[in-house]
């Protein structure tokens, strides 16, 4: 059986950074992608969907060559759907003239998708009636009705209020619990990834560097730059010589611990608390052994800025 979508050493160095790239996903795996702006990411989405034409290498889904601009008039791939953070919908139209246009299903199946996306109640609306994550569940419905085998979301929870991100990352999850559809998700936000994803691809400066599970991404970051896409962490110097004995780190370079891996105990390495910072669900501490500073979180903890305490790493 040949794979549901793989990029065979695709590059594009015009008018975009992206080193030849390899990778596989299987049918109705989830996968994001993350790296800074630049990196790479956006480029091979739309290389995916057809809507960008690679400078060399190929991209072929289920099996068959996905044809970019130079390739065919009308850009994109029938059965894949990309939805950007500049998506864009025809003002003046009421929402179910949007959808009924798109929609390639009958009535009752696209309503689930008008259930599952949140907008039943928006269907007799105006599309200027609309507020932006309005918008953002009706541009992502007129996708799915669409019927697509990938669905490919570029950003999908950028300039969203609070509220409308919870809905609209609500949305994400149901589609691929709920549908037969595999989906690519860009994004910058650790939360949004590390509880969604079968698996996470970091791209930086062009080159995918590391490609593995939320856990092996997290906990175990090629570089400092992986691990600070994740979230917060701790570069453990090769010149602290003696933190890295009280940590136990066997290993000759520098070394990633993650603040919730270190606990404050009775016995351990001397440190100095400099900075105390509540978050609600932890307290962030900021602590300073004579060799480096260290960035711990505690769940329930009453130290106070100028305190000594001792610090170990968690077993």
Known sequence: MSDFLHLNGIYKQTGSNLQPTTFTIKQFQKTAIMGETGSGKSTVMKI???????????TFFLGEKVKGPNDKLI??????????????LFNNYYVHELLEYAS?????????????CKISHLLKRRTDQLSGGERQRIA?????????????????????DMVNKRTIKQVVHDISASLNITCILVSHDPEDVLSWADQVLIFQNGEMIQQGSPKEIYFNPINAYAAALTGDHNVIETSSVQLRKAFDIQDNHSS?????????????????????????DHTKLEVRTHEQSLLIFALFSKVEIGDNVRISLLK
Do not use: M, W
């Open 48 to 58: 995916i969907g057809g809507l960008s034409q690679p400078d060399g290498g190929e």
């Open 75 to 88: 850009p994109g791939h029938p059965g894949i759907a990309y939805l950007s953070q500049h998506f864009e």
């Open 104 to 116: 390639k299903l009958p009535d009752d199946d696209a309503n689930i998708i008008f259930e599952i």
């Open 140 to 160: 992502l419905a007129r996708e799915l009705v669409r019927l697509p085998k990938l669905l490919l979301l570029d950003e999908p929870f950028s300039n969203l």
């Open 256 to 280: 990633i611990i993650r603040p919730e891996q270190i606990q404050i105990t009775e016995h351990g390495i001397h440190a100095d608390v400099v900075n105390v910072t509540f978050c609600g």
